[in-house]
């Protein structure tokens, strides 16, 4: 293949526009004819990241080595964690467009490529249309706990968002008191909200727990499902809330639950399962910028308990901290999993 990186020898002069390979910084990125890899935590709401910039990509300088030294222990936006899963992503994309070009998917079949270089030997018409390589985009700010595919038809990019993912095991909601709920609790982060301390960050989030209470829905009022009744008890404090258990008009959007609490005065919120027996943490998805305080998803199980334990307005004192997320970008499996999605939409109507 011609390029799997922009500056590698055997490359034809020219063969990349400088607003493509941006040689002209001097830096050696990820960037090739097949993929463009880069960091977009940056990018909070679904869409391209920036591809103008020379700083969002690992440099592996004229000799073009790649090798980042990479320690769990110092989280995901270490540099050389972050450069290291940006390689791997990049590898990846390249070498899954090499097999499955192999196989049958081709420039005609309507592959990613930026330039495409086999011609009709009757018509000399180029196979396929070009300027549609694979955006690789590492550590997706628009989601956690996930990945997707974006597939527009041939001659436009197809787009790999590769998200953070929870490292539950080192997740730790700590209860001080009452004595009758304190321990350790294991919770996933929602992918909107502020974020939580990590344990690579030298401090938890405290506060205090109160069980919101909107007058309305089932289980005491705790579903957040209208403005709430004890709002001046939630002032400064961290809210618990329960999935589900809202009747239209009143959503059950994660994000509108915590939008109450938020606007009382809450700091942060956790959200328990609405199935009060499951012992996993519940996945808190959505998109909402307006949500400015931490959020969590912790199981039913124990929401539950901790709810019994907070009768009128009672508090828990607790802190909250995060363990090092996951990279997606490092999972092989779900890269594989979402380019097959970028082929198979090409091969069902997208190609030429």
């Known amino acids: 293949p011609v390029g799997w990186q922009v500056e590698q020898p055997g490359v034809p002069t020219g ?25 977009d935590y940056a990018t909070l709401t679904s869409g391209n990241g920036n591809l103008s910039s020379s700083t969002n990509s690992p440099d592996g300088g004229s000799s073009l080595t790649f090798d980042f030294p990479y320690d769990q222990s110092k989280g995901a936006r270490d540099a050389n964690n972050l450069a290291a899963g940006i390689t791997n992503l990049f590898y990846w994309n390249n070498m899954l467009h090499d097999v499955m070009m192999a196989h049958g998917f081709d420039e005609v079949s309507g592959n990613f490529q930026y330039k495409n270089l086999t011609t009709n030997p009757a018509t000399g018409a180029k196979l396929g249309r070009d300027n549609d390589f694979v955006r690789a985009e590492s550590q997706d700010g628009s989601g956690r706990n996930n990945a997707n595919f974006s597939t527009p038809a041939d001659g436009t990019s197809g787009r790999m968002q590769m998200y953070l993912f929870d490292n539950v095991a080192l997740n730790s909601l700590t209860i001080s008191s009452p004595s009758s ?103 808190v998805g ?24 907070l009768a009128n307005n009672a508090l828990a004192a607790a802190s909250i901290q995060a363990g090092p997320d996951f990279d997606g970008s490092f999972d092989s499996g779900v890269m594989s999993h979402e380019f097959g999605h970028g082929i198979s939409n090409r091969l069902t109507g997208g190609g030429t």
């Open 286 to 309: 959505g998109t909402d910028a307006t949500i400015t305080i931490p959020v969590i998803g912790i199981s039913g199980v124990d929401g539950a308990r901790i709810q019994a334990a």
């Open 181 to 283: 709920i304190a321990g350790s609790y294991k919770f996933t982060n929602a992918s909107f909200g502020a974020s939580i301390p990590r344990l690579t960050q030298t401090a938890p989030f405290t506060g205090n727990i109160v069980v919101i209470n909107d007058g309305v829905s089932a289980d005491g009022g705790v579903h957040s499902c209208a403005a709430p009744t004890n709002a001046a008890a939630l002032v400064g404090n961290i809210v618990l809330i329960q999935r589900g258990g809202c009747t239209a008009p009143a959503s059950n959007n994660f994000s509108d639950k915590v939008k109450f609490a938020q606007t009382a005065g809450a700091i942060a919120a956790i959200i328990f399962d609405s199935n009060r027996t499951t012992t996993a943490p519940v996945p």
């Open 15 to 39: 063969f990349f526009a400088d607003t493509y390979s941006l040689a002209s910084s001097g830096k050696f990125l990820t960037r090739g004819n097949n993929v463009a890899a880069y960091d």
